[in-house]
């Protein structure tokens, strides 16, 4: 029995998904491949991860091996900085179906709320003024087109969120944020719940920062070795139960399959608890790139998050 979350657009979203940031290209398609034989059924992507390309030729070969069936799989892209213009977003995303070689995305999230100017797909010329709404506007045509079955945004605040809530025609299927147990943001849980929206956990393990040992803390430590099971698993299993999407990352195998074997055993509520209680809380992606600049309408994190740090 694999876990599945529905989503406000009637579609259903796979528990866990294989996160591809940082897969280096030469291996993410390998993993890719691998991942969908292991049994994932949702591959978290983005164009400026910069394998997409490589991506898609790993999904093509699955399908014509007949691992999986196109309509089996859920895969999620995201629309980058430099591409928020109402005319650029349909261009994005026929420039992500193409790499990817599908004909449509089960989901497509604007990636973060800025935007750069068009063509420079670094930090450095971030644009004053974020016209988050015409951005919106487009993601609901995209999805009207058929091009996209579910829309949504990422790494926002429960402040942005509920602006883009305010104006949606089709509201945001997703939120994907960061979440795991050093970064619980329990309210933004608790917000996004109240109004449908399904909350997807990036660097669910905690990134592989090393100043912000997610596996090694030593709650989940004694947890993982009380149950028989990995850091990792417990991690990723408390944020299911909490009743979000998670996307580990790992171009490894073992990892990568062991990471799926969440599904057959549960956390008490006690451990659940414990897990929920962990003081020391922070963000490790604080998006300190896209602020403090000369230009950008963020000056600092706080305003980029909206005092929600
Ligand atoms: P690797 O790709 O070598 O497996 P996150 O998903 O939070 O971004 O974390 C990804 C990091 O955690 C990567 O460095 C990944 O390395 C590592 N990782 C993935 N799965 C596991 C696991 N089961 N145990 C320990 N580390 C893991």
Request: aromatic share 8%.
């Amino acid at each position: 029995t694999k876990v599945s979350f529905k989503l406000n657009s009637g579609h259903q979203i796979p528990g866990v998904g294989l996160g591809t940031w940082r897969s280096e290209p030469g291996q993410v398609g390998e993993a890719v491949k691998t991942a969908i034989k292991a049994g994932y059924r949702h591959i978290d992507c983005a164009a400026i991860y910069g394998n997409e390309a490589e991506i898609g030729v790993a999904l093509q070969s699955a399908f014509k091996e007949g691992l999986v069936k196109r309509e089996e799989l859920f895969v999620t892209s995201k629309l980058w900085n430099d591409q928020h213009a109402a005319e650029d977003v349909p261009q994005a995303l026929k420039q992500t179906l193409s790499d990817l070689k599908l004909e449509y995305l089960d989901l497509y999230l604007i990636h973060w709320p800025l935007r750069v100017r068009k063509g420079d797909t670094s930090d450095s010329k971030l644009v004053d003024e974020t016209n988050y709404e015409e951005t919106w506007r487009a993601m609901e045509r995209v999805k009207e087109q058929g091009l996209v079955k579910s829309i949504g945004v990422s790494n926002l605040s429960m402040k942005k969120l509920g602006e883009v809530l305010s104006y949606a025609k089709v509201p945001p299927a997703v939120n994907q944020i960061e979440l795991h147990p050093l970064w619980r943001n329990d309210k933004m849980l608790a917000f996004a719940k109240e109004k449908g929206v399904h909350l997807s956990a990036y660097s669910p393990l905690g990134s592989g920062d090393e100043n912000r040992k997610v596996l090694e803390y030593p709650v989940v430590k004694q947890i993982a070795e009380k149950l028989g099971k990995s850091p990792a698993q417990v991690v990723l299993r408390w944020g299911l139960q909490r009743g979000t999407s998670v996307l580990p990352k790992s171009t490894n195998f073992d990892r990568l399959r062991s990471n799926l074997e969440v599904t057959e055993w549960s956390l008490s509520e006690e451990d659940m608890k414990a897990l929920s209680s962990i003081e020391d809380q922070g963000r490790i992606v604080a998006g300190t790139g896209f602020v403090g600049k000369k230009t950008g309408p963020y000056k600092t994190t706080t305003e980029l998050w909206d005092g929600e740090l």
